[in-house]
């Protein structure tokens, strides 16, 4: 059963946000890697190759969940819980939507020749958004700190 994404979380996944994407290893234990998402104001898509990791073990587990922290204010997030529907990206078309997104340019152009890219379409089966007590006044901490 697909939940959807709460209106307050709208403009968080359509800013620049980068998420971080828990998957299960085959050894039962997690994996968690930082990802760049496209939210289409229904879903969340990220983007990955086939000789990473994270692929493999999305192939033998499609379970995931994934945290997506406000750029600006760590204490203000989202968390999706399910799992991920696979299709191949054979004419670059998602991966270069999250180049021009996140990178102003129209094409991805940092995979080898040969990669081959997958578009995971999280399918929302939970969906929460905690009030943090500093989610509406972060503590400031200085760069570097």
């Known amino acids: 059963m697909t939940q959807p994404i709460p209106e307050a979380a709208h403009a968080l996944l359509d800013d620049k946000p980068t998420g971080h994407l828990a998957t299960l290893r085959p050894d039962g234990r997690l994996s968690v890697n930082p990802v760049a998402l496209l939210f289409d104001g229904t879903t969340v898509r990220v ?3 086939k000789d990473r990791k994270k692929y493999r073990n999305l192939c033998a587990d499609p379970r995931v969940a994934l945290s997506v922290p406000h750029r600006n204010n760590p204490n203000l997030y989202i968390e999706i819980r399910g ?3 696979m299709a191949d990206d054979v004419d670059r078309v998602f991966i270069d939507a999250i180049a021009q997104h996140y990178m102003g340019q129209p ?3 940092l995979d080898p020749p040969d990669a081959e890219r997958v578009t995971l379409t999280i399918v929302a089966e939970q969906v929460s958004m905690p009030r943090i007590p500093l989610s509406k006044n972060p503590p400031n901490a200085a760069d570097g700190a």
């Open 47 to 49: 983007s990955t190759t």
């Open 83 to 85: 799992h991920v529907e």
């Open 107 to 109: 094409t991805y152009d």
